[in-house]
């Protein structure tokens, strides 16, 4: 049996979060560097803040400045930082409770090995130079020996407030199209349409999944088809996706390749769009190099009867 | 031992726009759960359970974001379910809460969907990049142009009919306060006009971009005789689902489809539905999905759905009201919009619909489908208890 396939797959996007008045508060006062906790109905201080009442559910908005300085609750070594993470160095995870809040927040600390790391040690808040106003805008912890500092009195009023952030998210997987999909793609590149038929109910599929999703069945008896095929349904694609490099306008297509039970999606070419039909019998055009037909474009034939292909619509 | 009778008591929705850029998605939720609960003139004390539904992570970036929601939802320390079934999900997110009543799990259940669009791009979210495949679809107008040109073959409806649908129900949503489009200068002439993007389907056939969320209070018998309003009472309600692509899928009408309706009208003794229900709130995002729906639910014979719509029979003031909200056409932050369709349905037959109530309304459906037309929800909502 060949290799599978694989290949990496990232998937990424600028995510924006509208922060509302608590998160907003919070995080421009990182950028003036200023911690600040939520106080809760029963006089508890939450830091990192939240909107609303974890014991009543009420809305809380009675912002509190604390202190720079905290105490380690409990800590984790990270010895191989990953990208995007706080530091490029060997780090501890660390939960902080800032003096003056009765909850922890979630960082780094910047630490030689996690032999200088232990619960309950003094540790305070190093900021860093540029800070835009986000969680970052704190660079991590440091051990600290001297006194708790004091607070200073913000309330979350400041000028020119944040109101919303960039959340960039960043996925890698390493993508397998699987066996199937492996063979189907093989003999693309020999310029044969390959698919899989079910052992039960007789269908065949292409592209090939590797199990019949009606009769749940493995599939592995392949079925050449085509090449030809017929149109049965279409539509004029107008608008540009950003991410799709064809120029509109252009006819996207469900050909039901002769042989095949399930039409494939393509594009149509060789006739101008507005002339593509239902029943229009197409056949792939191949260019050099490509893994997949380019195209498919009108045969001589005349067109398909819709008797004949109604049923795969 | 039979069912425990499921009431709606409680309804809130956020006035649905493009941005929501002044609130936190947990804001967002709350204000709808807010309104939900002093409909029905409760506070967080008197929810047993919640029950939150969203479309998928992608649309927003948000990993499980039910988390970090429970504060806002007065969920701590209480059960919280998130339901996932694609743009269905708020219908089967309502279903699973009613379910919970039914049972007899829990006596009163917050259910809420929500989506904040703004916050991402759905068209990127439903196109990503695999691997290996040929790139050439464009968001989901593209995925659905080609099965309605199927359904124009198959039924012989003239072209017209997606603008006509069009166009009632953003004139619909002129009466609901609540509905993101608002526009008050249309004309039939202008959705005619308007640009064909992936064509058959025109630019103002299809649905906007929402940032919104809806919440419903669900409760037993004895939670209703509290209730300050009418209550909504549910008659009957079921899912199904099938395989996005298989040999012999009917994606004009999909069998899943079919059969949901066909569970909820046996569990309300529902014999002829164009008869028996009075309007139907269902998920049009594209304006051609009414006649096909109108048909895969049975309120009219394979082809004949366009004749509905037509001859006015599914306007405002017509026979069949459809859509009396607006619809998706004129609201849609995809993770709420199952749930808003349900919503209305029990707006409706409590009388609670303000500019857009349908007289003497007594039973209403209301549906929502999702992914690649593989999930279906939907409910029948009354104005009297089951049985009654």
């Known amino acids: 049996m060949p290799e599978v396939l694989s290949a990496p797959l990232v998937l990424e996007f600028p995510f924006t979060r509208s922060l509302g008045p608590v998160q907003s508060a919070f995080l421009t006062g990182l950028r003036e560097r200023v911690v600040l906790g939520v106080r809760t109905t029963d006089g508890r201080v939450l830091v990192p803040p939240v909107e609303y009442d974890p014991v009543t559910a009420e809305e809380i908005h009675d912002l509190v400045e604390v202190a720079p ?195 494939l999606h393509a594009r149509i070419g060789g006739i101008p769009y507005d002339r593509v039909r239902m029943g229009l019998r197409v056949e792939p055009v191949w260019t050099e190099g490509a893994r997949y037909p380019d195209h498919y474009r009108p045969t001589s034939e005349p067109d398909a009867d819709y008797e004949t292909y109604k049923e795969l619509l | ?224 005789a509290r209730a300050p309003r009418p209550p909504a009472w549910l008659l009957g309600g079921a899912m199904r689902s099938e395989p996005t692509l298989f040999a012999g899928k009917d994606f004009v009408s999909p069998q899943a489809g079919k059969d949901c309706a066909a569970d909820v009208y046996r569990q309300a003794g529902i014999a002829d539905p164009r008869r028996d229900i009075d309007a139907v709130e269902m998920y049009v995002p594209f304006s051609w999905y009414e006649p096909m729906w109108l048909e895969n639910l049975g309120f009219a014979a394979e082809g004949e759905g366009w004749k509905l719509t037509e001859s006015g029979v599914t306007a405002l003031d017509g026979d069949l009201p459809v859509n009396m909200s607006g619809g998706v056409l004129s609201t849609n932050p995809i993770g709420a919009s199952g749930m808003i369709r349900f919503a209305e349905a029990a707006l409706q037959v409590r009388g609670q619909a303000g500019e857009h109530q349908v007289d003497g309304a007594r039973r209403v459906l209301g549906h929502a489908y999702g992914g690649g037309s593989q999930f279906f929800s939907m409910w029948l909502v009354g104005s009297a208890p089951p049985g009654s």
């Open chain 1, 69 to 263: 300085t905290g105490t380690v609750t409990t800590w984790a070594w990270n010895h191989a930082p990953r990208r995007g993470q706080p530091l490029a160095t060997p780090f501890a995870w660390v939960l902080v409770r800032l003096d003056g809040a009765d909850t922890a927040l979630l960082h780094a600390l910047d630490a030689p090995g996690p032999d200088a790391v232990r619960t309950g040690m003094r540790v305070r808040v190093r900021w860093a130079e540029e800070r835009t106003g986000a969680i970052t805008d704190i660079a991590c912890f440091e051990p600290h020996d001297g006194e708790p500092a004091q607070p200073g009195d913000s309330t979350g009023a400041f000028a020119d407030p944040l109101r919303g952030i960039v959340a960039p998210a960043r996925l890698d997987y390493t993508y397998s199209p699987g066996r199937a999909q492996t063979a189907y793609i093989g003999a693309l590149s020999a310029r044969r349409i390959v698919g899989e038929r079910c052992p039960s109910c007789r269908k065949v599929y292409v592209p090939p999944r590797g199990a019949c999703p009606t009769c749940g069945l493995a599939t592995a008896e392949q079925v050449e088809v085509g090449p030809r095929g017929t149109v049965t349904t279409f539509c004029i694609v107008n608008i540009k996706a950003k991410n799709l490099d064809i120029e509109v306008p252009y006819v996207y297509a469900h050909i039901a390749l002769d042989g095949a039970d399930l039409a």
């Open chain 2, 1 to 224: 031992m039979s069912k425990e009778p499921v009431a709606v008591t409680g309804i809130g929705q956020t006035k649905h726009v493009a941005a929501r850029r002044d609130v936190s998605i947990a804001g967002l939720v709350r204000e709808a759960a807010i309104r939900a609960l002093a409909d029905a003139e409760l506070t967080w004390a008197d929810i047993d359970a919640v029950v939150i539904g969203k479309a998928p992570d992608f649309f927003e970036g948000v990993m499980m974001p039910e988390l970090y929601l429970a504060d806002a939802l007065g969920a701590v320390g209480k059960p919280m379910l998130r339901v996932h079934t694609a743009g269905s999900v708020g219908g089967s997110t309502a279903l699973v809460a009613a379910n919970l009543v039914a049972a007899r799990v829990h006596g009163t259940v917050l259910t809420l969907a929500f989506e904040k669009q703004s916050e991402s791009n759905a068209m990127w979210g439903l196109s990503l990049p695999i691997p290996f495949q040929q790139p050439l679809l464009a968001g989901a107008g593209g995925f659905f142009a080609p099965h309605v040109r199927a359904y124009m073959r198959r039924s012989g409806a003239p072209d017209t009919i997606g603008s006509l649908v069009a166009y009632k129900d953003r004139r619909n949503a002129l009466k609901n306060p609540y509905a993101h489009l608002h526009e008050h200068d249309i004309t039939l002439e202008k959705v005619l006009a308007s640009p064909m993007l992936w064509d058959p389907i025109r630019y103002s056939e299809t649905c906007p971009s929402s940032d919104g969320a809806c919440a419903m209070v669900l409760t037993d018998r004895a939670g209703a």
